[in-house]
C-alpha cells in the first residue's frame, strides 16, 4: 500500500476555531505541515502558535466560492483535509433570512464540495489521501429551534459524493464527523441557550472538550485509519 510523504501537507478550514486549533496542534505535534485556513480570527492562530515554521495561515472568504475554488487549485498536492469551517448565528425556520442561509450553506458545505473536487482526484492519482469532514450531532436531532441554517449546512455537509467512495480503491478515505456538544465559545453564539441543560442531556453527562473532539478527527485523518471510509461517527458522550 502506498505511504503519504513524510511529512504530509494537511489543510484545515476553520482553523481559528477551538476545535481547528487543537486539530492543527495534532498534526504539527506529528510533524507535518499545515495548512490553516481562516477568515478573520488570524489573531488565535497566531497566538496559539506564535513561531511555527511548518504552519501556513491563509486568508479565505470561503462564503466566494471562486475564492474557494483557487484555495482548491492552490493546495492539491495536499494529503490531508479537514473541514471544519461553519458559521453560526441564530436562524429559525419560521423566520428564513435567505441572505443568511445561502452563506451559511455556501460556508458550511458548499466549499467543502468545491475543495473535494480538486483536491480528492489529486489524491487518487497519487494513490494517498485523508478527508474528514466535520459535521454537528444536532443533524440527528433537526438542530435547535434557532439554529436551522446552521444545521442544515451541516446536514447538506454529510453527503459524502459518489466520486469519494471510488477515490477509496486508491486509498483515499473520506469520513464525516458528527462533534457533539463541546465546551468550546460557539455556543455563545446562541444566548438564548441554557447550556448547562443541554449538558445534561448527554449520557455522559458532560460537555466533550476541544481537545477529545481533535484526538478523533486527526485519527480520521491519518495514516493510523487504514480502513474506515464513507463513514459517519458521532463524538458525541452517547447522544
Excluded at 7 to 34: D, N
Excluded at 97 to 117: P, R
Excluded at 144 to 150: I, L, P, Q, T, W
Excluded at 233 to 239: D, K, N, R, T, V
Aim: glycine share 8%; proline share 5%; hydrophobic share 40%.
Amino acid at each position: 500500500m502506498p505511504s503519504p510523504p513524510s511529512p504530509r501537507k494537511v489543510l484545515i478550514t476553520g482553523a481559528s476555531s477551538a476545535i481547528g486549533l487543537e486539530v492543527c496542534g495534532r498534526y504539527l505535534s506529528a510533524g507535518h505541515s499545515v495548512v490553516a485556513q481562516y477568515f478573520q480570527n488570524r489573531v488565535a492562530l497566531t497566538e496559539e502558535f506564535p513561531s511555527e515554521p511548518r504552519l501556513e495561515l491563509v486568508q479565505c472568504d470561503l462564503a466566494d466560492l471562486n475564492a474557494a475554488s483557487q484555495l482548491a487549485r492552490a493546495l492539491a498536492n495536499c494529503d490531508v483535509a479537514v473541514f471544519l469551517a461553519s458559521l453560526a448565528a441564530p436562524s429559525r425556520l419560521e423566520s428564513i433570512d435567505f441572505s443568511q442561509l445561502e452563506v451559511t450553506l455556501t460556508v458550511g458545505a458548499l466549499s467543502n464540495y468545491i475543495l473535494m473536487g480538486v483536491i480528492g482526484p489529486a489524491m487518487a492519482q497519487r494513490q494517498w489521501g485523508r478527508i474528514v469532514i466535520g459535521s454537528s450531532i444536532g443533524v440527528k436531532f433537526g438542530g435547535g429551534e434557532d439554529s436551522f441554517a446552521y444545521a442544515l449546512a451541516n446536514h447538506a455537509s454529510e453527503f459524502i459524493p459518489r466520486s469519494a467512495r471510488d477515490w477509496s480503491e486508491s486509498n483515499v478515505l473520506t469520513n464525516v464527523v458528527r462533534i457533539g456538544v463541546t465546551d468550546t465559545p460557539v455556543h455563545d453564539a446562541f444566548p438564548g441557550r441554557d447550556f448547562r441543560q443541554r449538558v445534561d442531556r448527554i449520557p455522559v453527562k458532560r460537555a466533550a472538550t476541544a481537545a477529545e473532539s481533535a484526538n478523533f478527527i486527526s485519527w480520521y485523518g491519518s495514516e493510523q485509519n487504514t480502513y474506515v471510509s464513507w463513514q459517519t461517527l458521532a463524538i458525541s458522550g452517547g447522544e
